[in-house]
Nanobody
Framework: QVQLVESGGGLVQPGGSLRLSCAAS????????MGWYRQAPGKERELVAS???????NSADSVKGRFTISRDNAKNTVYLQMNSLKPEDTAVYYC?????????????????WGRGTLVTVSS
């Protein structure tokens, strides 16, 4: 199957920076969209930023100008550079990928989620 493994979360002071990484592995023909979502305590999961295989990006208004999403297609990895972090950015950050598989001669798309990495912004 396919696995996504996030890393890079942790505790950071307001105004600080973190870089999250998410690496996909397994039965992968190619990866279409990749994205980062977050879920704060008591809130619904929300999109933070996404990126297509061609490099087109989209991000939530709340993180524009502070967070940057990028990807390395050769490594099946997506990154989220987070700068000027605020306490309200505290959440579990999840990676999601739309993976194209070739199984027994047929193509199929699979949506895969990582287990999440905790980001805490606090002094």
């Amino acid at each position: 199957q396919v696995q996504l493994v996030e890393s890079g979360g942790g505790l950071v002071q307001p105004g600080g920076s973190l870089r999250l990484s998410c690496a996909a592995s397994g039965s992968i023909f190619s990866i279409n969209n990749m994205g980062w979502y977050r879920q704060a305590p008591g809130k619904e999961r929300e999109l933070v930023a996404s990126i297509t295989s061609g490099g087109s990006t989209n991000s939530a208004d709340s993180v524009k100008g502070r967070f940057t999403i990028s990807r390395d297609n050769a490594k099946n990895t997506v990154y989220l550079q987070m700068n000027s972090l605020k306490p309200e950015d505290t959440a579990v950050y999840y990676c999601k990928a739309t993976v194209l598989q070739l199984v027994e001669g047929r193509y199929r798309y699979l949506e895969v989620w990582g287990r999440g990495t905790l980001v805490t912004v606090s002094s």
